[in-house]
């Protein structure tokens, strides 16, 4: 193997794992190592005590092609895998690296008005709403059918001064989506820590106020600000959970105020359906086997 041609090792961990997991990389000699989460297959709602998807990430690290990988996998020690992790080194051949970094999260259009861009690209149109967004460990990067749809619906739905919850904020992608499209302020709710620092980064780097932007636990007492008082209320995150949160995701709802719900599978809308009866909840789009609902409040 010559040295113009680089090798990429992809490792897939647990979330857990992965700051050690970089530093060890690092240790190792790679140049670059990037996270993703590992969610971009349909998902089944995972049973009691099962990891979320969401929380597997996929580490790819980037080495020259004179690095001997090899004795270097087989040495790699087990408390930095997830059980049965797939672990795959190819050789990037007369590609520029960079290219083939890039290749993977280019910048991808959402809706009229909106572009989800990679923070080192150049957005296609500069008059478009851009948001800046990169692979990191909170689920959110816009290339999931489930965020997708949502950006979709949020260009079309939000037309300036709303006040919207995003319910399982992960990356903060949709509630930043909607400040950036003209809503006058958010709210990101996540149960994972690890999401609401990514939420707070992403704001950060989108130039996003932080006076119009909350980002809070569930339980948190701040939450009750917002309920009977939010125009817009979206959640993707599935349809268990989504079935729990009823009453929650509508009691934050002000009268005529919009719901949009995702991480339900097509076959599961019906129980969604029944669950949320109140605010009319119908089925709005599809996209690979997920589909988006959406629904109303009486005013
Ligand atoms: C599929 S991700 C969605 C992230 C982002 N909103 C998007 O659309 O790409 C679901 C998020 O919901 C969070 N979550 C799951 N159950 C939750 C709950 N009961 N309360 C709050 N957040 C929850 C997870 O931690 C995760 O960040």
Redesign the pocket.
Known sequence: MSSEEWQEWVLETHSHHVELLEDWFFAQGALAVSLEDN?DEPLLEPGPGETPV?QNVKVTALFTGDVDLEPIRAEIPDALLAKNSRSDITTLRDRAWERVWMDDFSPIQMGPRLWICPSWSEPPDASAINVYLDPGL???TGT?A??AM?LAALDDAVRGGERVV??????G??AIAALRLGASSALG????PQ?LTASRDNAERNQIEASSLEILF?ESPGIDAWVGGSDLVVA??LAG?LLT?ADELIALMTPGAKLLLT?ILTEQAPELIERYATVNLQVSDTRDGWVLMSGQRAR
């Open positions: 969610a969401w909170a689920f959110g999931h489930t965020t949502c995003d319910y399982g904020c992960g990356s992608i949709l709710v996540d149960n994972d999401a569930p993707n995150i959970p949160l991480g």
